[in-house]
Nanobody, 123 residues
């Protein structure tokens, strides 16, 4: 089994900053892409950005220039630094990871999701 867990959510005022972390654990052999998504109850889950194992990043247009994604492969951890936050940025932020897991003789590949961490932005 593989577990993914986000942390760092909380309240922030508009214009402020907040940093999130996401750690993958379990019988992990390798992790490829790690991504961030967000969701509010009335909308579908929205893509925020992602990062490859080699550090190449992609961002949604709505967050480009304000959010930064980086990772520590030795810790199986991806980070999301959010700056200039606005009320529209509020929601539950989810992390996922494309993982090769199991044993060397018997392994699998799948995408795992965390349970999310709440971000609220006050105006």
């Amino acid at each position: 089994q593989v577990q993914v867990a986000e942390s760092g959510g909380g309240p922030v005022q508009a214009g402020g900053s907040l940093g999130l972390s996401c750690v993958a654990s379990g019988r992990i052999l390798d992790i490829d892409i790690m991504g961030w998504y967000r969701q509010v109850p009335t909308k579908e889950r929205e893509y925020v950005g992602e990062i490859t194992k080699g550090g190449e990043t992609n961002y949604a247009e709505s967050v480009k220039g304000r959010f930064t994604i980086y990772r520590d492969n030795g810790k199986n951890t991806v980070y999301l630094q959010m700056n200039s936050l606005q009320p529209d940025d509020a929601g539950v932020y989810y992390c996922n990871a494309g993982v090769r897991y199991g044993n060397i003789d018997e392994y699998y590949r799948d995408v795992f999701w965390g349970q999310g961490t709440q971000v609220t932005v006050s105006s």
